[in-house]
């Protein structure tokens, strides 16, 4: 597996991508929507309160067209399968949730575990949190930040297996890993009409 460098200094692995899939996203991040029509990316609301994804974004019904969780409730809610809880740095108190699938950590507004106040900590990317619904498995990724991330004190290199309790170091601030999916509990997965 070769691994390509883009302009801005992302790895991606070619076979799997024809372009940087990094600075695609953030791309497709900036572009402002064209139109409020059909097709449309649907409007943001602000949520007043709290600092988890749900208070930073709240949207309009999923469009049908833009990619999804596999996880979903019936009623198209994307459910929290998980928490960090901030124990020690710039945010010690706050919980963030996480959800199915990838949550990307760091300081940007468009982290999914977005922790602003902790300048030590890379604005995108430093860490990814994932949530396997199929396996029942959570794991810790180390990001394409700058900063080294650490689980229960040894850096993190490849992605690690999560368990309750774990320890999750970035910058100065210390998460601790609070699990609510796995083998005692998960969310019924709506029906997608995928086989």
């Known amino acids: 597996m070769a691994l390509k460098r883009c302009e801005n200094g992302h790895y991606f692995d070619p076979a799997k991508h024809?372009?940087?899939?990094?600075?695609?996203?953030?791309?497709?991040?900036?572009?402002?929507?064209?139109?409020?029509?059909?097709?449309?990316?649907?409007?943001?609301?602000?949520?007043?309160?709290?600092?988890?994804?749900?208070?930073?974004?709240?949207?309009?019904?999923?469009?049908?067209?833009?990619?999804?969780?596999?996880?979903?409730?019936?009623?198209?809610?994307?459910?929290?399968?998980?928490?960090?809880?901030?124990?020690?740095?710039?945010?010690?108190?706050?919980?963030?949730?996480?959800?199915?699938?990838?949550n990307f950590i760091g300081r940007g507004e468009t982290m999914d575990v977005r922790i602003a106040s902790d300048n030590t900590i890379s604005r995108e990317n430093h860490a990814a949190l994932s949530f396997d619904p199929k396996k029942e498995c959570f794991r810790l990724l180390p990001g394409d930040g700058r900063g080294l991330v650490y689980l229960n004190g040894e850096e993190v290199v490849a992605p690690e297996v999560l368990n309750a309790g774990d320890r999750i170091e970035l910058g100065d601030t210390v998460l601790l890993f609070v699990p609510l999916c796995g083998p005692d509990f998960r969310w019924p997965v709506a029906e997608t009409g995928a086989t």
């Open 18 to 102: 024809p372009a940087c899939p990094t600075c695609t996203i953030r791309q497709e991040i900036a572009a402002p929507p064209s139109s409020e029509g059909p097709g449309s990316d649907p409007p943001i609301r602000r949520v007043e309160g709290g600092t988890g994804r749900a208070a930073q974004m709240a949207r309009a019904p999923v469009d049908a067209g833009r990619t999804q969780r596999r996880v979903r409730t019936q009623s198209g809610i994307d459910p929290v399968v998980g928490w960090l809880v901030c124990v020690a740095g710039p945010e010690t108190g706050n919980d963030y949730r996480l959800h199915a699938e990838k």
